[in-house]
């Protein structure tokens, strides 16, 4: 079946480092991926996707690239801040079957 | 726009009661709707989803049930609570028409059984 590897977290970086939290995933074909971020005590926002191969997903300066060739959509950001303090969620889909979710990473920024 | 209503946000029962955890969509029709837990300092786990109104997947064996009565209701259930039950619940719908669409979260319900 399909599923997702996450990074094991807990991560903890100071503010201004660069971030890479690693995903990879195995599924037959090619499915849509996504990142999901959650906020203390909040349900889970979508942070960014991408729907086939190569595709670069990007918001709040956080990015992620579909590699179909390592079938990997690691998600990166080149400066953090404090108030990117989540738990961070990749996860994919086929077409509108269930999302399957990586375990999570918690990200702690520190100023 | 579509919004998810979930409720209540938190809640404190005692072992061996019922539970009755309730989500409504709004701004959509015959949307997927699904039920999550997130146990402490876990990831996501799939309890249910639902394709249609009366249909429902069970992913997991456990002590909980759903039902969807409505279109856009759908509500998760137990008669008997355990401790195991504790968790964070979150409900989610995907619409049906718009394929490789994500998925959209409510905020949430924090359940402590004591």
């Known amino acids: 079946g399909n599923s997702v590897t996450q990074m094991e977290g807990p991560v903890t970086l100071s503010e201004e480092a660069f971030l890479t939290i690693n995903c990879t995933y195995t599924a037959t074909g090619y499915p849509s991926l996504f990142w999901y971020v959650q906020y203390p005590g909040e349900g889970l926002q979508l942070l960014l996707k991408?729907?086939?191969?190569?595709d670069k997903g990007s918001n709040k300066g956080f990015e992620a690239t579909y590699r179909k060739e390592t079938t990997s959509f690691h998600l990166e950001k080149g400066s953090v801040q404090v108030s990117d303090s989540a738990v961070y969620f990749c996860a994919l889909t086929f077409g509108n079957e269930k999302l399957t979710f990586g375990t999570g990473t918690r990200l702690t920024i520190i100023p | 726009s579509q919004t998810i209503h979930q409720w209540p946000a938190t809640l404190v029962q005692p072992v061996g009661s019922p539970l009755s955890l309730e989500c409504t969509v709004e701004?959509?029709?015959?949307?997927?709707l699904y039920w999550y837990r997130q146990a402490a300092g876990r990831g996501l786990q799939l309890l249910f989803y639902s394709v249609g109104i009366g249909q429902i997947s069970s992913e997991v064996p456990q002590n909980l049930s759903a039902s969807r009565p409505q279109d856009r209701q759908f509500i998760l259930s137990s008669k008997k609570l355990l401790l195991s039950d504790s968790g964070f619940y979150l409900c989610?719908?995907?619409?049906?028409?718009?394929?490789?669409?994500?998925?959209?979260f409510g905020q949430g319900t924090r359940l402590t059984v004591v």
């Open positions: 701004g959509t029709s015959n949307p997927n």
């Open positions: 989610a719908w995907v619409g049906q028409a718009t394929p490789n669409t994500e998925a959209f």
């Open positions: 991408a729907t086939k191969a190569d």
